[in-house]
T-cell receptor, first 113, second 112 residues
Framework: NAGVTQTPKFQVLKTGQSMTLQCAQD?????MYWYRQDPGMGLRLIYY???????DKGEVPNGYNVSRLNKREFSLRLESAAPSQTSVYFC????????????FGDGTRLSIL | GESVGLHLPTLSVQEGDNSIINCAYS??????FIWYKQESGKGPQFIID?????DKRQGQRVTVLLNKTVKHLSLQIAATQPGDSAVYFC???????????FGPGTSLSVIP
């Protein structure tokens, strides 16, 4: 039982490059989330998806897009990376109910030069 | 003891002692709370949750206490072990507002 799986684990980009962070969960969860975690700060919600086919903006959506490809997969895309997007990105999920997630992946460490 | 450095507050405890980690939450209307444990290089791991209609909930070696009067949440870890060394943070949610606030966390260091 893998839980929430994120790829890649590490990535270095140049300013202006684009990339997609992948996330998949095998727990049949309805809700999926993308967070960023910066030093000394709490997790901040970028986007979430309450169910397949729906997505909503979170606290810090600018510069990002998401796709809920199916119930299992939720991807995060940076169209034109900026140094301010250097962060650790976490995908998370929950079966349903409260917004706050219960299961997290191990993160993607992204550096933008 | 507990100290506030440039980054996260740090709590150092002796192996076998009990640990108490505190969280001051911001919204008096929040009605659901979670504690997470995050080990270095890993994602947050759910430990225990509590709803606002309760003031105490116990799990395996952990207890969460909720004091709504002063907007305070605490996590108690009994017989702290080296494997408990991690960052612990709380999250609060007011479900009808669809907003979750995460605390920055406290770093727990267990001295063998």
């Amino acid at each position: 039982n893998a839980g929430v799986t994120q790829t890649p684990k590490f990535q270095v980009l140049k300013t202006g490059q684009s990339m997609t962070l992948q996330c998949a969960q095998d727990m049949n969860h309805n809700s999926m989330y993308w967070y960023r975690q910066d030093p000394g700060m709490g997790l901040r919600l970028i986007y979430y998806s309450a169910s397949e086919g729906t997505t909503d903006k979170g606290e810090v959506p600018n510069g990002y897009n998401v796709s809920r490809l199916n119930k299992r997969e939720f991807s995060l895309r940076l169209e034109s990376a900026a140094p301010s997007q250097t962060s650790v990105y976490f995908c998370a999920s929950r079966y349903r109910g409260p917004l706050v997630p219960q299961h997290f992946g191990d993160g993607t460490r992204l550096s933008i030069l | 003891g507990e100290s506030v450095g440039l980054h996260l507050p740090t709590l150092s405890v002796q192996e076998g002692d009990n640990s108490i980690i505190n969280c001051a939450y911001s919204n008096s209307a929040s009605d659901y709370f979670i504690w997470y444990k995050q080990e270095s290089g890993k994602g947050p791991q759910f430990i225990i949750d509590i709803r606002s209609n309760m003031d105490k909930r116990q799990g395996q070696r952990v207890t969460v206490l909720l004091n709504k009067t002063v907007k305070h949440l605490s996590l108690q870890i009994a017989a702290t072990q080296p494997g408990d060394s991690a960052v612990y943070f709380c999250a609060e949610e007011k479900t009808s507002y669809d907003k979750v606030i995460f605390g920055p966390g406290t770093s727990l260091s267990v001295i063998p």
